[in-house]
């Protein structure tokens, strides 16, 4: 069973700086893409940063030069570095899985498996 649990959430001000995580188990880790997509209030899923199992990483346009993306296999976690960050950053950070097919950022709010999400947010 496919468990991913995130951490990492909390209050800050604008441009200060977060690293979110996320612990995955019941699955061979190194083997399925792993990303992170975002939902704010009232607003639709947003992909934010994907990377695949070669190590290949993509970001949402909204967050690229500001947000980086990184795993430990050894550890089997994922982690999301967030600096620079904005008020438009505020939401509920997931952290996601599936299979390399759709490796993308923008994939990620569709990937077949998911947190329950840390909450982010940003003061102005």
């Known amino acids: 069973q496919v468990q991913l649990v995130e951490s990492g959430g909390g209050s800050v001000q604008a441009g200060g700086s977060l690293r979110l995580s996320c612990v995955a188990s019941?699955?061979?880790?190194?083997?399925?893409?792993m990303g992170w997509f975002r939902q704010a209030p009232g607003k639709q899923r947003e992909g934010v940063a994907a990377?695949?199992?070669?190590?290949?990483?993509s970001y949402a346009d909204s967050v690229k030069g500001r947000f980086t993306i990184s795993q430990d296999n050894a550890k089997n976690t994922l982690y999301l570095e967030m600096n620079s960050l904005k008020p438009e950053d505020t939401a509920m950070y997931y952290c996601a899985a599936d299979v390399p097919l759709y490796c993308s950022g923008d994939y990620t709010p569709y990937f077949g498996y998911r947190g329950q999400g840390t909450q982010v947010t940003v003061s102005s």
């Open positions: 019941g699955y061979t880790y190194s083997s399925y893409c």
């Open positions: 990377v695949n199992t070669d190590g290949s990483t």
